[in-house]
């Protein structure tokens, strides 16, 4: 068998994460639809938006290192999004939604976090200075939004979710 490299490894998880933001990009309209604050539906479209454009920033990256733009099945992904689809049916009209939501989303931000910095490392490594920029803008975005998570948690969320 051919021995596998970085390039193998970088392909193999920009194929992961390729697979997740599709997933996600389909569920943040249904948490927007879920959250009760306006506050926290705007954040989930804002990002719904930026989540679009990190699909095609991947593409991209593919065209880049001239591989298909294919998914592989990520089961990490589908695992916290299902868990966010739990919390939202078991919090729906409850006071803390919001802050189950928020909590949610940022298990979903902390995943691509990890994923966008090693990719961009490795993008690095390999001497591919252009996809190492894509992909940092891309861990820009995804950091901002978990700040703006942990704001909105901060600003409400949490505090609503205490009211008996
Ligand atoms: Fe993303
Ligand atoms: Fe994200």
Redesign the pocket.
């Known amino acids: 068998m051919a021995d596998k490299t970085l390039n193998d490894l970088f392909y193999d998880m920009l194929k992961d994460i390729y697979y997740a933001e599709r997933k996600?990009v389909k569920a943040l309209p249904k948490m927007a639809r879920g959250a009760q604050a306006e506050e926290v539906k705007a954040a989930f479209k804002k990002?719904q938006d930026?989540?679009q454009g990190?699909i095609e920033r991947l593409q991209e990256v593919f065209e880049l290192v001239g591989k298909r733009a294919v998914g592989k099945t990520c089961p990490a992904i589908d695992g916290i999004l299902e868990e966010g689809e739990e919390m939202l049916d078991e919090f729906k009209g409850m006071a803390a939604l919001d802050a189950a939501l928020v909590a949610a989303a940022q298990a979903?931000?902390h995943y691509?976090i990890a994923r966008y910095g090693t990719l961009k490392r490795w993008a690095e490594t390999l001497g591919m200075a252009d996809a190492a920029k894509l992909l940092d803008q891309t861990l820009q975005?995804?950091g901002a939004?978990d700040e703006a998570l942990s704001a909105l948690a901060d600003s409400g969320a949490n505090e609503r979710a205490l009211a008996a």
């Open positions: 996600i990002h930026e989540t990190h979903v931000e691509e975005e995804e939004t």
